[in-house]
């Protein structure tokens, strides 16, 4: 089944950076549109930026200016490049569709940790 694959997360010192990486494996269409999301303990999972196949991005207020999300050259991937992290970054983070549109299997995630 087609299902998401992220890496690239880690412990970070605030002020740090991370590079994560998604990709959409088993996947016979390429996906056009695809976001970032992340969930902290105890919150609701939220989209942090998502990108259309035209290359429009979008971004949550809370990460504007500091998070870039980008597609990959291998089909079907994306990344999410993470300057600036603040310790209320650390969450698991996942890639998927945009909300509106009916989400793939959701992957493992990836663990980000900020520390202070």
């Known amino acids: 089944q087609v299902q998401t694959v992220e890496s690239g997360g880690g412990l970070v010192q605030a002020g740090g950076s991370l590079r994560l990486s998604c990709t959409v494996s088993r996947s016979p269409f390429s996906i056009n549109h695809i976001g970032w999301y992340r969930q902290a303990p105890g919150k609701q999972r939220e989209l942090v930026a998502d990108i259309n196949s035209g290359g429009i991005t979008n971004y949550a207020d809370s990460v504007k200016g500091r998070f870039t999300i980008s597609r990959g050259n291998a089909k079907n991937t994306v990344h999410l490049q993470m300057n600036s992290l603040k310790p209320e970054d650390t969450a698991v983070y996942y890639c998927?569709?945009?909300?509106?549109?009916?989400?793939?299997?959701w992957g493992q995630g990836t663990q980000v940790t900020v520390s202070s």
């Open positions: 998927n569709r945009p909300p509106y549109l009916s989400p793939l299997t």
